[in-house]
């Protein structure tokens, strides 16, 4: 395996901690937030961060895949995620502790509840305004396969298969109250740009 | 499966041996001591299905509120301020106003950063995003929603019908004398008997004379009810809606029929539960759940059943989780745990090994459960929290067994599958008390107290190597003894170890006792300090055991 190469390239808006361990092709963009203790290994492939993201504490964003990772704008990683999502759309909250496989692809405004295993065996598009939410039965627990209905407003109630005690939903947000979450998204962005470099070291990227 | 020590409580029943630990049934008489009180009057154990209980207050669990008794009857056990259920997922909801209107070509990155937020308000509900404005429920202010949704509530067939019911039912409830006095008082009685001595009366001064007929002023026109009725006869209830027409609400007919054959998608049906939290039928669709109003949850104060001494109390606020009185067995009996050291861990004689492997129930065994035909070593530590030290006294008790159904002979049926040694002499534990306040005596291990222990166990090196010696008292550190006994399996043994175990301790207690004449200071201190003894029974559940596997004949072949 090649050995990887850090290449970061960090806007010089954007407030990265310096105790985030990065390793491999990143680009993050303007105005996004890095909390310490974040993780972000581009291992196999590059990952690309969009503008205005939050990315908190014990976050991990993994790509395996030889494929860019697209993460685009107004994001909130909550504290202990761990995402894999080859790609990810905008205004998106994944919720404390939840783990989203590389099987996935997130578009904008989904919630993916706290502590819910997104890890279905087959490619899926979580479509727009999409809300999971629920608690797997334990560590290690999968969803079945039918996770979602492909058309627009439908949403399913997945259960487990076999004797795992699965309890995910999925349903469809009605997109109200989307300006006002948006606002606060900004209102939190704009005071961690003002507060965490008072407290912490930031990291530069290196060349800009 | 982990090991677990369970405290007896007889339960006010007048064995007070506990009933044998195999049977199924008699995990009723033993809890954890976390969930077991003590009376100090009657000096007894007393348990949670024994106490008497009794509602001290209801509080909503969502806005804290303390909801006084009378309110609680009038809204039906609810919260009457702003706190509802979300019908999805049973979370609470919160109030928030609506978007600012998008006017289609505001970007949403170029809303200025300001406070946004316009009424109409409606319901949220942050885990699953249902709101409110899918059912079409929204609110001008965002305070006081109960009472905006009071009259959506009343007008619900279920409450009209309810209330139809009460009216019917009303007078036959005041005539008669078996009703409950504090019946509910509707708005049209004038006569609810709140003594039963005169609800007594009135019922005989009602009762029927024959030839006479009855005169009856509150008689109901809209029933129809006969004047010279017999007061045990009711007129037919006519609902206020014919059966069929609860069709659209779940009741059953061909509106829900052709519902369900028109589904498209498994979500549009309400689940289960979501509907089962109402006691009448509901709308199946699921685009029909309303947000339910909290339930309210009440704490209470338990009894002793015998002597009715307060055992539990807790403090008036709802926000505050602590108690007024607070008499549990925890604060009075020994907390024992056990546990079974692995034979990997013997051979380390580390201090901080016997300690990890002694204090807790560690669940760490290599197979799960015991192996028939093998001896294994457990470990007891008993926690003092008295502030006096105790002596404590172990025995087990003989259990009758019967073997599962294929014994060979009726002799060999009785004979438990597993034999205890315990140590049989007293060994003392130390009293409670601050960790600042015990001497350094890590070193020190109880030598004494060695019924069964072996000769050559005797020899060995006693310094550093506690754990040659099994059965005894290992290690006293603080308020805690650790004591090692021995379960020594059959061969044929099936099933779980599980055994009574009846502990008794000894304890000062510094209570002169009650004397009627006041006696001279000469008698009064010849009372002094009394030794008590109090003794529990406990079960010790070792876990499964993995039976020998028999040679089984080749199914294949």
């Not at chain 1, 985030?20 to 303007?30: A, N, P, Q």
Request: aromatic fraction near 6%; hydrophobic fraction near 35%.
């Amino acid at each position: 395996m090649p050995p990887i190469r850090d290449k970061f390239t960090i806007h010089s808006k954007a407030v990265v901690c310096q105790d985030v361990e990065l390793k491999g092709d990143i680009t993050i963009g303007s105005g996004s937030i890095v909390h310490p203790k974040a993780t972000i290994f581009a291992i196999a492939g590059p990952i690309v961060i969009g503008s205005n993201n939050i990315i908190e504490e014990s976050a991990i964003i993994v790509n395996r895949r030889k494929e860019v990772m697209r993460i685009g704008d107004d994001n909130l990683f909550e504290i202990g995620c761990r995402i894999e999502s080859p790609s990810i759309g905008s205004f998106n909250t994944l919720s404390t502790r939840c783990r989203v496989h590389h099987t996935v692809r997130l578009s904008s405004f989904c919630i993916i509840g706290a502590g819910v295993l997104l890890v279905p065996s087959t490619d899926q598009t979580l479509d727009e305004y999409t809300v999971v939410y629920g608690h797997s039965g334990g560590v290690g627990t999968h969803l079945a396969d039918s996770l979602v209905g492909e058309g627009a407003g439908a949403g399913g109630a997945g259960q487990g298969q076999g004797g795992a005690a699965v309890a995910i939903e999925t349903r469809t947000w009605s997109g109200r109250g989307k300006i006002q979450e948006a606002d606060l998204r900004r209102k939190h962005a704009e005071y961690l740009r003002e507060m965490l470099p008072k407290f912490n070291r930031l990291r530069r990227g290196d060349g800009m | 499966m982990p090991l677990t020590l369970q405290y007896h409580c007889s339960c006010l029943s007048s064995k007070p041996t506990p009933p044998p630990p195999h049977l199924p049934s008699s995990a009723y008489n033993f809890h954890p001591l976390h969930t077991l009180f003590f009376c100090e009057e009657c000096d007894a154990v007393r348990c949670n299905h024994c106490v008497m209980v009794e509602v001290s207050g209801y509080y909503c669990p969502n806005c804290l509120f303390e909801v006084p008794s009378a309110s609680v009857r009038a809204e039906k056990n609810r919260c009457a301020r702003n706190c509802f259920l979300c019908p999805n997922c049973r979370n609470t909801l919160s109030v928030v106003p609506s978007d600012p209107p998008d006017t289609g070509d505001i970007r949403l990155s170029a809303i200025p950063v300001s406070a946004v937020g316009e009424p109409p308000f409606f319901l949220y509900c942050n885990h699953c995003r249902w709101d409110s404005a899918e059912v079409g429920i929204t609110f001008e202010k965002p305070t006081g929603l109960a009472a905006q949704l009071q009259k959506f509530e009343d007008s619900a067939p279920e409450s009209l019908e309810f209330e139809r019911l009460k009216e019917h039912f009303e007078p036959f409830l005041r005539a008669s004398s078996s009703s409950s006095p504090a019946h509910h008082p509707t708005a049209s009685s004038h006569h609810v008997h709140t003594n039963p001595i005169t609800a007594a009366a009135s019922s005989a001064i009602s009762r029927d004379v024959s030839g006479v007929a009855k005169y009856n002023p509150l008689a109901r026109s809209r029933v129809g009810k006969d004047k010279s009725a017999n007061k045990d006869e009711m007129p037919e209830y006519r609902s206020r809606v014919e059966i069929g027409s609860t069709s659209g609400l779940g009741g059953g007919g061909d509106v829900d029929v052709e519902f369900v054959k028109h589904l498209e998608d498994v979500s549009e049906v309400a689940n289960l539960e979501q509907r089962w939290v109402n006691s009448w039928a509901s709308s199946p669709r699921a685009s029909d759940l309303k947000p339910l109003r909290i339930p309210l949850l009440s704490k209470k104060t338990k009894r002793c059943p015998t002597c009715r001494h307060i055992l539990i109390k807790p403090e008036q606020k709802a926000q505050s989780v602590r108690y007024k009185i607070k008499l549990v067995a925890a604060n009075y009996l020994p907390a024992i745990a056990v546990a079974v050291p692995q034979p990997s861990s013997t051979e380390v004689a580390k201090r901080s090994t016997v300690r990890s492997s002694g204090g807790g129930a560690e669940a760490d065994k290599g197979p799960e459960g015991m192996l028939a035909g093998k001896t294994y070593p457990f470990h007891l530590s008993f926690t003092n929290p008295l502030y006096d030290p105790i002596q404590v006294r172990l025995s087990v008790q003989r259990a009758q067994y019967q073997a599962s159904g294929e014994a060979p002979a009726p002799e060999k049926a009785r004979r438990p599958p597993f034999a205890v040694s315990l140590p049989i002499s007293a060994f003392p534990i130390a009293a409670f008390a601050e960790a600042w306040e015990y001497e350094d005596d890590e070193d020190m291990f109880g030598v004494e107290d060695d019924e069964m222990g072996d000769a050559d166990v005797r020899s060995r090196d006693r310094e550093g190597r506690s754990k040659t010696k099994t059965v005894g008292v290992l290690e006293k550190r603080a308020n805690v003894t650790i004591v090692g006994g021995e379960v020594v399996i059959g061969k044929e043994a099936k099933g779980d170890v599980k055994f009574n175990m009846l502990v008794s301790y000894t304890y000062r207690s510094d209570d002169p006792g009650i004397d009627e004449t006041e006696g001279t200071p000469s008698r009064t201190a010849s009372k002094g300090p009394v030794m008590k003894t109090f003794s529990f029974y406990t079960v010790v559940d070792l876990g499964p055991i993995i039976p020998k596997e028999e040679p089984r004949p080749d199914p294949d072949l």
